[in-house]
């Protein structure tokens, strides 16, 4: 009997310890809003000291010079090498780039020499800009997306991406791509992971005069210093 008796107290003792756990387990954390999972990709990639991005776009209007894709990394100096292809007078012109301390050097299938260049007369943007310091650059474009909102997920391959959709003011994409109407609106789409891990952006608008371009971004932080060593002169 005592032995029935001492396991049932134990039993009774175990079960109300049990209950109470459940009782003051933790409420589930609410969801992120749409402006907090921007806003926080956005403060990661401000306080990165390196970055790597592909910028890129499936067409160009035709009577437009205009970059076509620019991939590659950079420090926040700001300072960026890698490779960008612009289209010219209608021909694709590829070149290697190196872009520090206000300065730009491109290497064509002209020249084996890196040489200096103008991106402004090329109707380019400024390479080391894009990669920028704390929140300008590129980077900018999270932190100053408005309207936000999330408009439901969908598959690629493997992942389920959840886009929110949101507008950038034409100034900050005129300071980006000079071509961009610094008067227009651009709309953007942010795509994200479930665990709210960036994954990719698209930003459509007026980047050449009388025509609506797309460009996607993908960004992310490298896991080594981007060292961008400026060319020796020729």
């Not at 960026?80 to 012109?93: P, Q, S």
């Not at 997920?153 to 959840?162: A, F, T, Y």
Request: with cysteine; proline share 5%; hydrophobic share 40%.
């Amino acid at each position: 009997m005592r032995r029935s008796l001492s396991l049932l107290f134990v039993f009774s003792l175990v079960a109300g310890l049990t209950l109470g756990a459940c009782s003051e387990a933790k409420p589930k954390e609410k969801a992120r809003t749409a402006e907090q999972i921007i806003q926080d990709i956005g403060d990661e990639f401000a306080t990165a000291n390196d970055l790597e991005f592909d910028l890129n776009t499936e067409k160009l209007p035709g009577d437009v010079n205009g970059i076509k894709n620019a991939v590659g990394a950079g420090n926040r100096s700001p300072a960026f090498i890698g490779t960008v292809d612009l289209i010219t007078g209608g021909v694709a012109v590829g070149a290697e780039i190196i872009a520090a301390d206000g300065q730009g050097w491109a290497k064509t299938g002209l020249s084996p020499d890196m040489l200096l260049i103008d991106p402004a007369a090329l109707d380019a943007p400024e390479p080391a800009l894009l990669v920028g310091t704390g929140d300008n650059g590129l980077v900018a474009i999270f932190s100053s997306a408005t309207g936000l909102s999330a408009k439901g997920k969908s598959r690629e391959g493997n992942l389920v991406l959840e886009t929110i959709t949101g507008t950038v003011p034409g100034e900050l994409m005129a300071g980006l791509l000079p071509t961009a109407s610094a008067k227009s609106s651009f709309s953007v789409e942010f795509r994200v992971t479930e665990k709210g891990a960036f994954h990719d952006l698209y930003m459509t608008g007026e980047f050449y005069q009388g025509h609506k371009t797309t460009y996607r971004l993908k960004m992310s932080i490298p896991t080594e210093p981007v060292v961008v060593i400026q060319p020796t002169e020729q």
